[in-house]
């Protein structure tokens, strides 16, 4: 039995989505190559930025959920599909990310798990594929549980935190994934 239920944005998510944000501030940027401004971190840019995605998910641009606990439907991380490739490749690469408070209690796996199953079923995807920093154990443990394969290395593909970064890559076929 699932601990977290993920489902897509709405409106009213924008004030506790800031909230872990900010909660997670140097924890989320990180592992990012490009860094939020000053001004994202507002109640106005999440409404915005809610606005914005279920826009692109309505376009088939770009999906993003919010992952919540079961038992206090509090926000706790969020799963997001991008750089979308249809016909012929139908594939798009997950991304995701945690309140650091419940890193390593298996809930991330769960949350991916749920958003694998949507993004193979609902959005019809073929073929999904994520890239993690070697030394994020954890994340890559997380992509491990759910099924995904290592499929390489792409040796400094992303500039972050002045660094040119290396990336496993990693990738699960819709035929591959057991529910």
């Known amino acids: ?11 009213e998510d924008a004030l506790e989505l800031l909230e872990l944000n900010i909660r997670n501030r140097e924890h989320f940027e990180f592992w990012m190559p490009l860094k939020p401004k000053e001004e994202q971190y507002s109640l106005g840019a999440h409404q ?8 692109k998910m309505q376009d088939d641009r770009y999906y993003a959920f919010g992952v919540f606990l079961k038992e206090n439907n509090a926000l706790i991380g969020e799963v997001s599909a991008s750089f979308i490739e249809r016909f012929p490749a139908e594939t798009c690469m997950i991304g995701y990310q945690l309140d650091r408070n419940y890193n390593g ?12 199953a949507l993004l193979f ?16 154990i954890g994340s890559s443990r997380v992509l491990e549980k759910v099924g995904f394969r290592r499929e390489g290395l792409a040796r400094k593909s992303l500039y972050i935190n002045g660094n040119w970064e290396d990336f496993t890559m990693f990738a699960l076929l819709k035929e591959e994934f057991l529910v």
């Open 105 to 116: 209690q298996g809930l991330m796996a769960e949350a991916v798990s749920q958003a694998v």
């Open 48 to 55: 915005e930025r809610i606005r914005q995605t279920l826009q």
């Open 121 to 136: 079923d609902k959005y019809a995807f073929h073929r999904l594929r994520a890239e993690v920093m070697p030394e994020n």
């Open 1 to 11: 039995m699932s601990r977290v239920f993920i489902r897509a944005y709405i409106e």
